[in-house]
């Protein structure tokens, strides 16, 4: 199994149509080749993980580089693990809105993210460093 963490952040003119575009292409086509993963996608940046072949994950991070609607893409690690710490999930994702900042849905989403990063915490080199990005990103420091 092979994993890769990285940073984005996300062009100007990303919008939820375009968020949305991106996880039902990415979750379609990384079914098909047995990616898992975790998207978050918070403040107009993106920290993901990815997990599946070498071969696959290489592809897409070539893939990511080459988009246009991410600028700074920067690779956090990648490496080998012994399995998947996201099987079950092909990709997670929760939007922003101005609603669900109001009613707290935002802040529970932000909570139930460090409680995670908690419960993973020394189990891979890449997923300590995505979940350090993901606090990172979450109390807006500098990634």
């Excluded at 107009?44 to 893409?73: A, C, M, N, P, Y």
């Excluded at 922003?96 to 707290?104: I, L």
């Excluded at 080199?125 to 979940?131: E, G, I, K, Q």
Aim: net charge negative; with cysteine; hydrophobic share 40%.
């Amino acid at each position: 199994m092979y994993q890769l963490s990285y940073f984005s952040k996300a062009t100007s003119d990303v919008s939820e149509e375009i968020i949305s575009g991106i996880l039902e292409t990415s979750r379609e086509r990384n079914k098909a080749i047995g990616v898992t993963g975790c998207l978050v996608f918070h403040k107009f940046s993106f920290v993901q993980i990815i997990e599946g072949e070498k071969r696959h994950i290489q592809s897409l991070f070539e893939d990511i580089r080459q988009d246009k609607r991410h600028s700074e893409v920067t690779l956090l690690w990648e490496g080998k693990n012994n399995g998947r710490n996201f099987g079950d999930w092909n990709m997670a994702y929760f939007a922003e809105s101005e609603e669900r900042s109001s009613n707290g849905e935002m802040k529970n989403f932000e909570r139930n993210l460090l409680l995670l990063s908690e419960l993973s915490a020394g189990s891979t080199a890449v997923l300590d460093m995505f979940w350090i990005s993901v606090r990172k990103l979450i109390s807006g420091e500098v990634i």
